[in-house]
């Protein structure tokens, strides 16, 4: 795009634009509102892990299973963590050179207790077909357990989906399957050295960002959450296509159902909404209630602000002809697709003090045992302050209010970091956290304080 589109497509905008927010921060007006902390509890139910990052239940929750980022995923029953472990595939990993990498994600088939099917996303070393100067290869493949539901085995890996990254960063790893039996996939926009561009990044509409994977939907399959058929196979591909995908018979990928993203790390279905928190980069973090088609802004806008890519401010700060103060943050594409703002937005900093840094999405909870989260979306950050826990209050329109959960009794949270959430059958709550500098994990079910 020359100098002259640009201005065409700012010029579109305008009226709806706000000037001067070109790589400014958030105001309160675009965030969540906070308000003040409620009590919780958390009953530790299994220790043992380093990082764990997915948990699931079968048989009644009788079968807990737990996956660490390192490559095991355990079992866990009656009789404790089992020593054997139900699929390792530490092996199979590329070496970890940052937190984004390893075994990222882990889900059971709906149908898991009659097809023993289940799937893993992980990191592997670089694959066929990987260009020169990328780093390793996003793996999504499919197990089947033993007849005990206690181990896999490890020659029925089926890959579904092998997608080249070019840095170790922006990985994602969420994996869930959804109400209509789809598997939904969270993809990264990918790292590189270049910052949030560059590398194995795509051109796209909005000039002023030098290009990046959540706008693109024709080039590759990054910065997206994808939905996928994985109980059929067509097209030469090991899985289907969903008839009703958006781009079904349009310009772009088959595979996408939403995008705008930049690291989806975590999401989860409460009924037919689909809530996925994206990780932020320099102001905000949010978590937004994903549509069908929908786009979510990234790279153009950081939560509802503009995000505009400093190295291009630098080159644009040299033009004579360039004035900061035009209003150059669209809320629309330039077909006129709207970039649809988060229902949960939080600072980096609030008040002049470190307030998060990296959101974990969470569940909306639907049961009553634990009064202080009835009707509350939970969900956490990973930066270590405080609990790192919170609740957001679902409303119809804005942003919606949080508060921070205090846990009052339970492990000490000071020095452990959340890393994931989990539900069993019966809608209860699981925290997973860390203690990074002594490598220990665990699984905390969330409950209401004794009085």
Not at 187 to 209: F, I, M, P
Not at 234 to 239: D, H, R, S
Not at 339 to 365: M, Q, T
Request: aromatic share 10%; charged share 25%.
């Amino acid at each position: 795009m020359n100098r002259r589109q640009f201005l065409a497509v700012a010029a579109t905008t305008a009226t709806t634009a706000t000037a001067g927010c070109v790589g400014s921060g958030p105001t309160d007006g675009d965030l969540s509102p906070l308000g003040s902390e409620r009590s919780i509890a958390l009953e530790s139910v299994a220790e043992g892990f380093r990082e764990p990052v997915a948990f699931q239940t079968a048989r009644g929750d009788r079968l807990r299973y737990v996956a660490d980022k390192y490559g095991r995923i355990a079992v866990h029953d009656e009789s404790g963590v089992r020593e054997t472990p139900f699929l390792d595939v530490s092996d199979q990993l590329a070496e970890l050179s940052t937190w984004e990498q390893g075994l990222l994600g882990f889900e059971l088939h709906p149908e898991f207790e009659t097809s023993r099917k289940c799937y893993v996303r992980y990191s592997a070393p670089r694959r066929e077909g990987t260009p020169a100067g990328f780093s390793h290869t996003f793996v999504l493949s499919e197990f089947r357990a033993r007849p005990d539901l206690r181990t896999v085995d490890p020659d029925s890996e089926r890959t579904l989906l092998e997608i080249p990254e070019q840095g170790p960063n922006h990985n994602s790893g969420a994996i869930v399957f959804g109400p209509d039996g789809y598997l939904y996939v969270g993809v990264g926009d990918g790292h590189s050295r270049g910052g949030d561009r560059g590398t194995g990044h795509a051109e796209d509409w909005y000039w002023l960002n030098a290009g990046g994977n959540g706008q693109d939907v024709t080039e590759n399959l990054r910065g997206s959450v994808l939905r996928l058929d994985v109980d059929d196979r067509a097209n030469g591909k090991p899985y289907a296509i969903p008839d009703d995908n958006p781009l079904v018979g349009e310009d772009g990928l088959d595979e996408q159902y939403a995008w705008g993203f930049r690291n989806p790390y975590r999401m989860s279905f409460s009924g037919e909404d689909l809530y996925v928190g994206d990780v932020g980069k320099a102001h905000v973090e949010e978590v937004n209630r994903v549509e069908k088609g929908g786009n979510y802004g990234w790279n153009v806008r950081e939560g509802t602000r503009c995000h505009a890519n400093r190295y291009a401010l630098a080159a644009l700060a040299k033009l004579p002809w360039f004035d900061q103060t035009y209003p150059v943050c669209p809320d629309e594409t330039p077909d006129g697709d709207p970039l649809i703002d988060p229902v949960v937005a939080y600072p980096h900093d609030r008040d002049g003090e470190p307030f998060g840094r990296a959101v974990v999405a969470g569940y909306r909870y639907e049961n009553e045992t634990v009064p202080a989260i009835r009707d509350e979306y939970v969900f956490g950050d990973l930066s270590g302050i405080g609990s790192g826990l919170y609740a957001a209050t679902p409303t119809e329109e804005g942003r919606w209010p949080m508060r921070s959960l205090d846990v009052v009794s339970g492990p000490e949270m000071a020095n452990r970091f959340v890393l994931s959430f989990g539900r069993d059958a019966a809608g209860e709550l699981y925290v997973l956290t860390t203690q990074f500098a002594e490598g220990t994990g665990a699984v905390h079910r969330i409950v209401t304080p004794e009085s």
